[in-house]
């Protein structure tokens, strides 16, 4: 199973940290690496579901100049690393091999809880086409009153939703065959990561079905069709197993250091 979140480990015990775009997840991975954490994944956690295994899902990490100044204005170093790419606003990155860690358990599961204007937050999506019968039902959903269609360079149609609707965009887009390429949510206010960081310890059951959300199953995955009748709330169960040697916190994000300080006093050793 894939899910949106991070994903790292300390001694060779994973720690998975699940948070929608625009929360810091990025910042807060390259952190705890420059922490002496190894990197798996900033954006995809992937959980075998035969033997709980969390499996590195490297990929090029894409650093929002947000996150740079972040760095800057502490005086940090990202963690050693080749740069592939350069824009404007973000730097393309690949972190050095002996950053990287290896399959191992998990035994951290943080879920990071959204500030309360989530609902208010808007999405850019990139889908690879826009049937008219897609777009009718898009615009069924109110698209056409927050940002109308639009092509980036001339290829992928892209337009802007509230985050609440975002569920409803895949439904229809499943329902016509059509691919969700990226969902990019606009980043959460500083303000939010003034405050001191919160963490409490929640049970596997509440922590599966928190995390749930955040999985890119969906009910016309072949693994939920073919294993859990077409509905998701099957995999509540093996993820409650997976879950069953592992600690859950529920973690409201504040001034990065403390943050940062925090998971690594939790973190096994």
């Not at 480990?9 to 625009?22: E, L, N, Q, R, T």
């Not at 358990?105 to 049937?131: A, G, V, Y």
């Not at 698209?143 to 965009?169: H, M, R, T, W, Y």
């Amino acid at each position: 199973m894939l899910f949106h979140a991070a994903a790292l480990s300390y001694h060779g015990k994973g720690v998975i940290i699940a948070a929608d775009s625009g929360c810091g997840k990025t910042t807060l991975t390259l952190a705890l690496v420059r922490q002496g954490f190894k990197f798996l994944s900033d954006d995809v956690a992937a959980l075998d579901l035969n033997n709980g295994k969390l499996t590195p899902y490297p990929r090029c990490l894409l650093v929002r100049l947000g996150t740079l100044k972040v760095f800057q204005q502490r005086g940090w170093d990202l963690p050693s690393h080749q740069t592939a790419l350069k824009t404007k606003d973000r730097t393309a990155i690949h972190l050095s091999s002996a950053l990287l860690g290896d399959d191992c358990q998990p035994h951290r599961l943080i879920i990071i809880q959204q500030p309360f204007d989530t609902d208010e937050r808007i999405c850019q999506i990139t889908l690879d086409s826009l049937p008219a019968r897609l777009w009718a039902d898009l615009q069924a959903i109110g698209l056409q009153d927050i940002q109308s269609f639009e092509k980036n360079d001339g290829f992928s149609p892209v337009f802007k939703a509230k985050e609440a609707d975002v569920i409803k965009i895949y439904e229809a887009c499943e329902q016509q065959g059509v691919l969700v390429l990226n969902v990019e949510e606009t980043a959460v206010a500083p303000s939010y990561y003034e405050n001191t960081p919160q963490l409490q310890e929640i049970s596997k059951l509440m922590a599966a079905i928190t995390l749930l959300p955040y999985s890119f199953c969906t009910y016309r995955s072949r693994l939920v069709q073919e294993d859990y009748q077409g509905s998701a709330a099957g995999l509540i169960e093996p993820l409650v197993k997976i879950l069953e040697h592992v600690k859950c916190y529920q973690l409201t994000p504040g001034r990065l250091e403390q943050t940062v300080e925090m998971i690594y006093r939790l973190s096994p050793r």
